[in-house]
């Protein structure tokens, strides 16, 4: 009962942040509506095909992981498992949902939930690598462009990048992991946590697969950030492709908060309040941010009908 009002509780705050949106903002939903069906089907057509490859580079990128923990394991299992997050990852809060269903999955399959979560988080870690990369890398491009953004904007790299060297000190330095591990209240909590963290240490003498799987990242992210410039340019948003590189690495970190389903509504008003600093009109950017969780949907329900057909077969 309480898992279901939870969920209840986060299905509304997508809907109330949407409705804000919509009445608080200046978007009309009529020409959002418009926008969308005269999207430009060249355009559209390659940001579908790039969303695809975008989705096989963090198979990819997993499978990598674990492989040099579990080198039994089958590629079509874990296609599975991958297929079951994607579809949760649409009906739950933000993408943890799906992590924490991969990581059930296999954990299940293999009876090892230490070194699975392992893998599910450092995939999780190197992808916020990949992320802030590719928005510094956007940053360095601007200033040789000539482009100037807001001061806060440089204080949200601050912080994301102080969050990315606080995880990878705890992830990759026992000093570090010990002084938050104190902070455990319970023992089981503690215990538990230190054998994860042990999982996720030994990955720090595997160098083949964090370069493997960073560089993945950087090209993932680079990929998923010119699918947004894809869509844009079918929507009529005509603005340099640098912008795309800053401003959709931001709206990723903000939609892994768990408090809305697949980010719906954080999404949108995240990519409101970036692009119209460039001037860009509130009805094209939410369009624009109502297709690509279009592509978010329908990749899930795709997911979940490999999942459901595969189900019978998952423990072979």
Same mark, same amino acid.
């Given at each position: 009962?309480?898992?279901?009002?939870?969920?209840?509780?986060?299905?509304?705050?997508?809907?109330?942040?949407?409705?804000?949106?919509?009445?608080?903002?200046?978007?009309?939903?009529? *020409?959002?509506?418009?926008?969308?069906?005269?999207?430009?089907?060249? @355009?559209?057509?390659?940001?579908?095909?790039?969303?695809?490859?975008?989705? @096989?580079?963090?198979?990819?990128?997993?499978?990598?992981?674990?492989?040099? #923990?579990?080198?039994?394991?089958?590629?079509?299992?874990?296609?599975?498992?991958?297929?079951?997050?994607?579809?949760?990852?649409?009906?739950?809060?933000?993408?943890?949902?799906?992590?924490?269903?991969?990581?059930?999955?296999? $954990?299940?399959?293999?009876?090892?939930?230490? $070194?699975?979560?392992?893998?599910?988080?450092?995939?999780?870690?190197?992808?916020?690598?990949?992320?802030?990369?590719?928005?510094?890398?956007?940053?360095?491009?601007?200033?040789?462009?000539?482009?100037?953004?807001?001061?806060?904007?440089?204080?949200?790299?601050?912080?994301?990048?102080?969050?990315?060297?606080?995880?990878?000190?705890?992830?990759?330095?026992?000093?570090?992991?010990?002084?938050?591990?104190?902070?455990?209240?319970?023992?089981?909590?503690?215990?538990?946590?230190? *054998?994860?963290?042990?999982?996720?240490?030994?990955?720090?003498?595997? *160098? #083949?697969?964090?370069?493997?799987?960073?560089?993945?990242?950087?090209?993932?992210?680079?990929?998923?950030?010119?699918?947004? @410039?894809?869509?844009?340019?079918?929507?009529?948003?005509?603005?340099?492709?640098?912008h795309y590189l800053i401003f959709v690495p931001i709206i990723s970190s903000v939609?892994?908060?768990?408090?809305?389903?697949?980010?719906?509504?954080?999404?949108?008003?995240?990519? #409101?309040?970036?692009? $119209?600093?460039?001037? #860009?009109?509130?009805?094209?950017?939410?369009?624009?941010?109502?297709?690509?969780?279009?592509?978010?949907?329908?990749?899930?329900?795709?997911?979940?009908?490999? @999942?459901?057909?595969?189900?019978?077969?998952?423990?072979?």
């Amino acid at each position: 009962m309480k898992k279901i009002l939870i969920l209840i509780i986060k299905i509304s705050i997508s809907l109330g942040l949407l409705i804000i949106l919509f009445r608080r903002i200046d978007t009309d939903i009529k *020409k959002t509506l418009f926008y969308i069906r005269t999207a430009d089907p060249l @355009y559209f057509l390659a940001a579908v095909l790039l969303f695809i490859l975008v989705i @096989y580079l963090g198979l990819v990128r997993w499978n990598i992981f674990l492989k040099s #923990v579990k080198k039994d394991l089958a590629f079509r299992r874990i296609f599975v498992s991958f297929c079951g997050g994607l579809f949760f990852n649409v009906f739950l809060p933000s993408s943890i949902g799906g992590d924490i269903v991969r990581t059930t999955d296999l $954990s299940l399959h293999t009876k090892d939930s230490s $070194s699975i979560f392992a893998t599910v988080f450092l995939d999780r870690i190197v992808g916020f690598v990949g992320l802030v990369v590719v928005a510094f890398l956007g940053f360095i491009l601007g200033y040789f462009y000539g482009l100037r953004y807001s001061p806060q904007l440089y204080l949200f790299m601050f912080i994301f990048t102080a969050l990315l060297i606080f995880i990878l000190a705890v992830v990759f330095s026992k000093r570090a992991f010990n002084l938050v591990n104190k902070l455990m209240v319970f023992g089981f909590l503690r215990r538990y946590f230190t *054998k994860f963290h042990e999982c996720c240490y030994s990955f720090r003498f595997q *160098k #083949v697969t964090l370069i493997k799987t960073m560089l993945l990242s950087f090209l993932l992210q680079a990929c998923f950030s010119t699918v947004y @410039y894809l869509v844009g340019l079918s929507l009529g948003i005509k603005i340099n492709i640098i912008h795309y590189l800053i401003f959709v690495p931001i709206i990723s970190s903000v939609t892994v908060l768990p408090i809305a389903i697949g980010g719906l509504g954080l999404r949108d008003n995240t990519a #409101v309040v970036l692009f $119209s600093t460039l001037g #860009v009109a509130a009805d094209r950017v939410v369009a624009m941010t109502l297709i690509n969780f279009a592509f978010l949907f329908f990749i899930g329900i795709a997911g979940g009908l490999f @999942y459901a057909v595969l189900l019978n077969n998952r423990e072979k």
